[in-house]
């Protein structure tokens, strides 16, 4: 269970943010990298520093943004500095911010094809030569690798995309607007992925759930589709009071995910008490 700090926060509320998180023992504070608003690597980092147990990720990286040698530099210095509260996944990245820098692809899954297990690898403490569509190393090797594993995670929506972070990556990233229905199939069409690769083992899961507490809840949420502009199934939320959130979550790990992580409004007025009420609902579910 956690809790996500939007990039529609200004930055200077993120430090007690996260404290107030690891006060109420929320156990994940994860962060998004949208253009044009905080860095991911930054906040993360900064996050960390100003908590002692709190895992803190970013979901998602955008892979055309960044080349895979600095965030595989970045991510083991990060996970050396903090060992083991470190997550992240890694993604297409929205097409037209990608194209407002000129980082836009042709191919993003030739691109996530390439770059995750390159990711993986040099992060594995491996020398690594590709030279691939995207990707361009020549014999690079992290002096500092992480001293633990870290799991590469990679965000998708689209049934291509999914069986393919099921290929190459240690676990998938859905955005909000996932039905519990919905995230059966994704899960489904991730474990073909890995079977096609002959892949075993543990594979994550995690979905962001948008999430408003209280007897208003189901109105405002109305207006926060509204604003994401969703339509139709992705019209997908958890409102109300705490029960009917929990069995949302519940719904949600039945269906196939390892970890949900609640999504406030985006001009969430209150995050304090937001933060109380993901608290409450992580207790619930231990309970």
């Known amino acids: 269970m956690g809790m996500i700090f939007q990039p529609s926060f200004a930055p200077e509320r993120l430090l007690p943010a996260a404290e107030r998180a690891e006060q109420a023992g929320v156990e994940e504070l994860w962060l998004w990298e949208d253009c044009f608003k905080e860095s991911g ?10 908590t002692e147990r709190l895992r803190v990720g970013v979901g998602i990286l955008p892979m055309p943004l960044r080349d895979v040698a600095l965030t595989a530099m970045e991510l083991a210095t990060i996970e050396r500095l903090f060992p083991g509260r470190a997550r992240f996944g890694v993604g297409h ?3 037209d911010w990608m194209e407002q820098v000129g980082r836009r692809v042709a191919s993003p899954l030739a691109l996530m094809r390439e770059y ?3 990711l993986r690898r040099l992060l594995d403490g491996e020398e690594v030569t590709l030279d691939g569509r995207y990707v361009h190393l020549d014999r690079v090797r992290l002096d500092w690798p992480p001293q633990q594993r870290l799991p590469v995670l990679a965000a998708g929506e689209g049934p291509k995309t999914l069986a393919l972070t099921g290929a190459v990556a240690d676990g998938t990233v859905l955005p909000a607007g996932w039905s519990p229905s919905a995230v059966r199939g994704a ?4 474990r073909e992925g890995r079977a096609e690769a002959g892949r075993a083992g543990e594979h994550e899961v995690v979905v962001f759930l948008m999430t408003a507490f209280g007897p208003d809840g189901a109105a405002q949420m109305e207006e926060e589709f509204d604003r994401w502009g969703f339509s139709g199934g992705s019209r997908f939320a958890a409102t109300g009071e705490d029960e009917a959130i929990e069995a949302v979550v519940r719904d949600l790990v039945d269906a196939g995910a390892t970890t949900v992580l609640l999504q406030s409004l985006s001009a969430e007025a209150d995050l304090d008490a937001y933060t109380d009420g993901v608290a409450r609902i992580q207790q619930r579910l231990r309970g």
């Open 41 to 50: 690597i930054a906040a993360m980092t900064a996050a960390l520093a100003s």
């Open 93 to 95: 990245g929205v097409l």
């Open 116 to 118: 995750v297990p390159a």
């Open 187 to 190: 899960v489904e069409r991730i």
